[in-house]
Structures are given as C-alpha cells and as structure tokens.
C-alpha cells in the first residue's frame, strides 16, 4: 500500500513464505470505483520476478513484476499489468491502457523513492 497507488488493503490468505500458490487479496480504487480482487502467484524467482494472476475480481489481471540489475547499487523494476475490461470497464476502453502505464510509472517512482530513502 505505500508505492502501489489506489490500492488500500492487502491480506495474506495463506500463511507462510511467499511461493507459487499463496494468494493475497487487495482492495483498491480505480475510475472512482472499490476494486476488491484476489492476486494468486503463477511465477516467482527470488528477488527478480514475480507473477500474479487475478482469480477473483471484476477485471481479469496478469501482473509482472521484475527486478534486474542496473549496475552497482542500481535496480530496474518493470510492472507489465494484462486485463480485460469488463462490465463498466469495457466502456473505457480505449482510455484504460493509457491509464494503467500512467499508474504504473507513478508506483514505480514511489517504489523508487522508498527504495532511496524517501518518504
């Protein structure tokens, strides 16, 4: 909830370390509207990438998120963020790819503010 905008909840479904199969559930907001969904991990490789798959929600969502060195003391981190618009989403469209980057950009530099030390 601190770099990834609009979302204002999350819970661990499942207990123990994070793997293939341990789901999370988020609450967040988006157009004006609460999106609760559940996230479930597809893919994980330790400290470079991630993948989540939406298996409850109103938008189906595949999400990736990667890490790879940049350099010392450098990362670049990727969002890649796959959807169907559904329902009242799918009037926007046209607009929502636009959107999301933007909203990805966005958590990606308050990723990179937490990571420097930033607030």
Known sequence: TRWIGGVDRVRRLDE???GVGSRVERSARFL???LDYVNEVVEL???SRLRMRSVRGPVPMDI???F???GP???RASIRVRGEARGAFRLAGPLL???VRRSVAADLRRLKALAEGGA
């Open 64 to 66: 990736t998120y990667a």
């Open 32 to 34: 004006g509207r609460r």
């Open 45 to 47: 490789e330790t400290g």
């Open 97 to 99: 790819g636009p959107m």
């Open 16 to 18: 123990g370390p994070i």
């Open 68 to 70: 790879a060195d940049a």
């Open 73 to 75: 003391w450098r990362t």
